[in-house]
C-alpha cells in the first residue's frame, strides 16, 4: 500500500486510535486479513466470521510486526477502533485509489472472470506495473484488499468484480471507480439466486453505468444481453467478440492438436496471429476481452498478440493440464462450475483427447435454483453428444440427474456411473484408467472434486519415486 500515516488512517475511516504511542507511524506494508501474511509495517484487519475471531489474533501480529489493527473494539495493542470494519477497509480503499496515478479496469461476467482478469493482466504488465486481483477475490472484501496492494509505482489496476444481486457491483464501483469497465458475458451463473438471466444482466450492467464520459465500457458482441449494455453507460463503447462489426474480433478461429486455440487478432490498428497456451475455444472470448483493453489502452496488435500467446494460467483449478508419466492426462477445472464453463469444459475436453479415451468426472453446478434438474439433465446429454468416453457422475441428487441425462440420451449403461463421493470417484479410475487417457474434473467449489485431481497426480508421483528407487 502506499504508505499513509495511522492518524491518517484513523481520519479517512472515522476510527478513533486506541493504545498507539505514536500516531505519526506509517502503514508500510501490506493491508491483510489472514494473521499468517502479517509483515513488518502491515495492518491487520480484524474480521468476526464464523470460526474465527480476528481480534483474537491481535496481539499477535503486532508482534510480528503489525503497525495496527483495524478493528471493531479495543485489543490492547496498537489499534484504529470503528463501527464497522468492512466499511471502514472500503473507505481506506477509496481514499487510496484517489491518490493513486493508476487507471483502474473493472471486470465482470457470468463465465470467464477470473480467467480473462489473469489474461489481462498478464498482457498489460508487459507494458506497465500491474497490480490485479488474486485469484477470486472479487467480493466486497477481497476487491478493496487487492486496491490497497496498489503502489505509487503501478499503473493499471485490474479489479474483478463479483455479484450475488442487484447493487453489489454498485458497491463495489463505489469502492473502486473504473475508468474502464468490461462484461464478458450473462449466463446462468447464480441464477437460483438472481431469479433469472434478465436480472443477472441488470446487475451486470452497473459496472458500465458507474463509467465517466471519458472513460470506455468493453462489451461482447456476441452477447445480446451485453451488446444491449450500450445504451446504459456515458463511456465509449468498444465491442469485441466474433460478431463482423466488433471493433476487436478474432477470425480464423481454430483448435490445434493439443487443444489450444487459434485465431488471427484484428485490431482497429491492424491483425496479428494468436496460439494461446490455455485449452478449449472458450477461451478466444476471454483473449478478445483482454485484447479489446489493451487496445484501448494504447499496446499495440503486435504486442498484445505475443503477450497472449506466452500468457498462461494463474489461478489453480482452472483448465490446469498435467500429464501423469505414464501418459495420462489429467485436467483440473475443479474451481467451480455452471452450464455454460461445463459446457465449454467438455468441448475443450473432446478436443484434446482427439484419438484418445476421455473421462468427464462431474459434479453438482451449484446455486441454479429451479432450472437445476434439466441443466444437469442437458450437460450429461452433452457428453454423449460429444462422444466422451466416460462419464462419472460424483454426489447425490444432482449428480444422478448428470447420469441420467448421459443414460436417456445414448443408453449408455457402462459408459456412465454415479457415484457417492470423490473418494469412490479416486477408486474407480484408479481401476480403469489406462495410459493415454485424458480425464476432466469439474463440478462447484462446494463438491470439492479437486481432491480427484489431486490424489491421480500424487498417485503418479508415488509411482515415478518408486520407479527411481526400484533402479
Not at 464520459?213 to 449494455?229: C, E, I, K, T
Not at 465491442?239 to 482497429?268: C, I, K, M, S, Y
Not at 477445472?333 to 455454460?340: F, G, K, L, R, S
Not at 450437460?379 to 448421459?406: I, M, P
Request: proline residues 4%; negative net charge; contains cysteine.
Amino acid at each position: 500500500m502506499i504508505a499513509l500515516s495511522l492518524a491518517e488512517i484513523a481520519s479517512v475511516v472515522g476510527g478513533q486510535t486506541y493504545d498507539i504511542p505514536d500516531s505519526a507511524v506509517q502503514v508500510t506494508g501490506p493491508v491483510v486479513r489472514d494473521s499468517r501474511e502479517v509483515e513488518p509495517g502491515s495492518l491487520f484487519v480484524a474480521f468476526v466470521g464464523e470460526r474465527a475471531d480476528g481480534h483474537d489474533y491481535a496481539a499477535d501480529v503486532v508482534a510480528a510486526g503489525a503497525a495496527a489493527v483495524l478493528a471493531s473494539r479495543p485489543v490492547g495493542v496498537p489499534a484504529i477502533v470503528v463501527d464497522d470494519v468492512q466499511t471502514a477497509l472500503g473507505a481506506l480503499a477509496r481514499h487510496v485509489v484517489e491518490r493513486l496515478g493508476a487507471t483502474l479496469v473493472a471486470l465482470t461476467g457470468s463465465v470467464g472472470k477470473t480467467s480473462s482478469k489473469d489474461l489481462l493482466a498478464q498482457v498489460l504488465r508487459r507494458h506497465a506495473p500491474t497490480v490485479f486481483t488474486p485469484g477470486s477475490l472479487n467480493n466486497e472484501i477481497g476487491l478493496p484488499l487487492t486496491a490497497l496492494s496498489a503502489t505509487d509505482e503501478t499503473r493499471f489496476l485490474v479489479l474483478e468484480m463479483g455479484a450475488r444481486g442487484i447493487g453489489h457491483i454498485r458497491y463495489l464501483t463505489g469502492l473502486t471507480p473504473p475508468k474502464i469497465g468490461l462484461v464478458l458475458n450473462v449466463g446462468t451463473a447464480h441464477i437460483g439466486e438472481f431469479g433469472g438471466r434478465e436480472q443477472i444482466a441488470q446487475a451486470k450492467g452497473e459496472l458500465v453505468e458507474a463509467l465517466p464520459a471519458d472513460g470506455a465500457a468493453v462489451l461482447n458482441a456476441d452477447d445480446p444481453l451485453v451488446r444491449a449494455m450500450a445504451s446504459r453507460t456515458k463511456a465509449r463503447v468498444v465491442l469485441f467478440g466474433e460478431a463482423e462489426d466488433a471493433d476487436v474480433r478474432a477470425e480464423n478461429v481454430r483448435l490445434t492438436e493439443n487443444g489450444q486455440p487459434a485465431f488471427t487478432l484484428h485490431t482497429p490498428s491492424g491483425c496479428s496471429d494468436v496460439t494461446l497456451r490455455l485449452y478449449g475455444e472458450h477461451h478466444v472470448s476471454n483473449a478478445l476481452a483482454a485484447a479489446a483493453v489493451a487496445h484501448e489502452l494504447g499496446m499495440s496488435v503486435d504486442e498484445i498478440a505475443l503477450a497472449l500467446s506466452e500468457a498462461g494460467t494463474l489461478s489453480r483449478w482452472r483448465m490446469e493440464v498435467t500429464e501423469r508419466p505414464d501418459g495420462v492426462t489429467v485436467v483440473n477445472d475443479a474451481y467451480n462450475a455452471n452450464p455454460e464453463s461445463m459446457r465449454a469444459a467438455l468441448r475443450a475436453l473432446v478436443a484434446m483427447g482427439k484419438g484418445r479415451r476421455t473421462w468427464a468426472v462431474l459434479g453438482q453446478m451449484a446455486e441454479l435454483g429451479d432450472d437445476s434438474l434439466t441443466e444437469h439433465d442437458a450437460v450429461g446429454r452433452l457428453a454423449v453428444r460429444l462422444n466422451v468416453s466416460k462419464l462419472v457422475a460424483v454426489g447425490g441428487r444432482e449428480a444422478s440427474w448428470l447420469q441420467l441425462g448421459a443414460y436417456n440420451e445414448g443408453s449408455w449403461g457402462e459408459e456412465s456411473v454415479h457415484v457417492s463421493d470423490a473418494q469412490a470417484a479416486i477408486d474407480l479410475l484408479r481401476s480403469e484408467l489406462r495410459p493415454g487417457d485424458v480425464v476432466l474434473v469439474k463440478a462447484s467449489r462446494s463438491v470439492g472434486l479437486e481432491r480427484v485431481a489431486t490424489a491421480l497426480l500424487d498417485d503418479a508421483a508415488v509411482s515415478s519415486e518408486g520407479q527411481v528407487s526400484g533402479r
